[in-house]
Nanobody, 118 residues
């Protein structure tokens, strides 16, 4: 059974930093693309950052470019989201996701709350 478990969320002042972690069991991140999404109250879930499988290429939403960094540790089977210079508008529940339409899977974690105070 596949499980993705996020951690690292919390309350931080604007300008601060947090690092989110997503640990997988029953699944190997190194082979597949993984993404971080977020959903703020009353808003749709949006893609924040993604990292591909073997090559580790990354993509970011314009709103977080230059502030957030996605990375992975294949030994620990963990994907990270380093968030710097946080803003109140970054407040949301952050979700880890790995999905493939071709291979027919779509795995989500339970989410971790990030709250940035002004």
């Amino acid at each position: 059974q596949v499980q993705l478990v996020e951690s690292g969320g919390g309350l931080v002042q604007a300008g601060g930093s947090l690092r989110l972690s997503c640990v997988a069991s029953g699944f190997t991140f190194s082979n597949y693309a993984t993404s971080w999404y977020r959903q703020a109250p009353g808003k749709e879930r949006e893609l924040v950052a993604a990292i591909t499988g073997p090559s580790g290429n990354t993509n970011y939403a314009d709103s977080v470019k230059g502030r957030f960094t996605i990375s992975k540790d294949n030994v620990k089977n963990t994907v990270y989201l380093q968030m710097n210079r946080l803003k109140p508008e970054d407040t949301a529940v952050y979700y880890c996701n790995s999905a493939s339409m071709i291979l027919g899977y779509d795995y989500w974690g339970q989410g971790t709350q990030v709250t940035v105070s002004s």
